[in-house]
Each structure stands twice: as structure tokens, then as C-alpha cells.
């Protein structure tokens, strides 16, 4: 069974220093982690001059560049819709758990990161898919769990129970106990 987490929040909360940090730990305690970002601009992988480069300027619709050790797969859209994050998620392989950071007004389960020097409310109060609050300071009017932002071991044993009972186990997610030590 794949689990799907969003790591949820306003810029500059840390949502990517903590994903930095929770991959391993995860890892760590024998999860299969994927993760998918959602990224609010153009961007480009590809670099002019390289053959992958060239095979897109020239109008491969998909080119699929692989060595020893990884491959990666770029798709144009030419101008068709944004795909949306079920079809992301159709698109990776059977994981264990796959952690998204961005796509925040999705439906699916997520730990908001809030940090009060960013100066922006929580979301938490108006989405109900915040399963907890990974923050700095004691919010008002917090409603979900809260967890120390600086504490990923924490963060990492909650996703843990949280997978587990998604799953409907009875403390085991891929056969790891909870609570295993890294």
C-alpha cells in the first residue's frame, strides 16, 4: 500500500530543509520514500547544448535520458494541461510512502510546516487534510497535533503511526515496528 503525505506550508516555513532531513530518517527505518514537488514556475532539467535538449527543442514530445545510475523522463506538454497529482502519482513506482511538497489546496493527508517569524496564518484551520502542524512556537487556535519542527525523529515516528493506521496495522508499516531506532 502507498501512503501519500504532503509536507504543506507557506514559503520560507522550511518545507524543504525538513523533507532534507525526514528522507533519511525514514529511510533510515526501512521505508521506501519517493517524493513528489510541485513547482509554482517554468523550470528545466535539461541543459541547451545536451542531446536530451536538442531531441525536445526538436519536438519529442518525451525523452527519456538513462546511465548506470538513474534515468529521467521529460514530458512537454505543448500546451495541454498541467497534469494533476493523481496522475503524478500514477506515474511513480509501488513505494511505500510518497511525501509531496506543494500542491497544499489537494485534498490528501498533510503536516503543515508554520514558523511564526514567516508572518503567515496557519492553514490548518481551514483544511481538514492537515493531519498535524510541524512549527517553531505555540500557534492559537491549533486544532491538530502539534510536532517540533526541529524534532524530525518525532515527525518521522508520527508519519510512522500515522501509515500505520492509514494501513490498518497494528504497529507495523513494511515490516518495520514502529518506534525502531535509526
Avoid: N, Y
Avoid at 110 to 121: D, F, H, M, S
Amino acid at each position: 500500500m502507498t501512503h501519500v503525505l504532503g509536507i504543506a506550508g507557506w514559503s520560507g516555513a522550511g518545507k524543504t530543509t525538513l523533507l532534507e532531513k525526514l528522507i533519511p530518517a525514514l529511510v533510515a527505518r526501512g521505508l521506501r520514500v519517493s517524493t513528489i514537488k510541485h513547482a509554482h514556475h517554468s523550470f528545466d532539467v535539461d541543459k541547451p547544448g545536451k542531446d536530451s535538449h536538442r531531441h525536445r527543442v526538436a519536438g519529442a514530445s518525451e525523452v527519456l535520458i538513462s546511465s548506470a545510475q538513474r534515468f529521467a523522463l521529460m514530458h512537454e506538454l505543448r500546451g495541454a494541461p498541467e497534469p494533476s497529482l493523481a496522475d503524478l502519482l500514477a506515474r511513480l513506482s509501488p513505494i511505500d510512502l510518497v511525501l509531496v511538497e506543494g500542491f497544499k489546496r489537494e485534498g490528501h493527508a498533510k503536516i503543515e510546516v508554520w514558523r511564526q517569524c514567516v508572518g503567515k496564518p496557519l492553514l490548518q484551520p481551514d483544511d481538514p487534510a492537515i493531519i498535524a502542524v510541524a512549527c517553531d512556537a505555540e500557534p492559537l487556535h491549533l486544532t491538530a497535533p502539534r510536532l517540533d519542527v526541529d524534532d524530525v525523529a518525532g515527525i518521522a515516528d508520527f508519519i510512522l503511526a500515522w501509515c500505520a493506521s492509514a494501513a490498518g496495522q497494528a504497529g507495523f508499516v513494511a515490516g518495520v515496528k514502529l518506534g525502531a531506532a535509526d
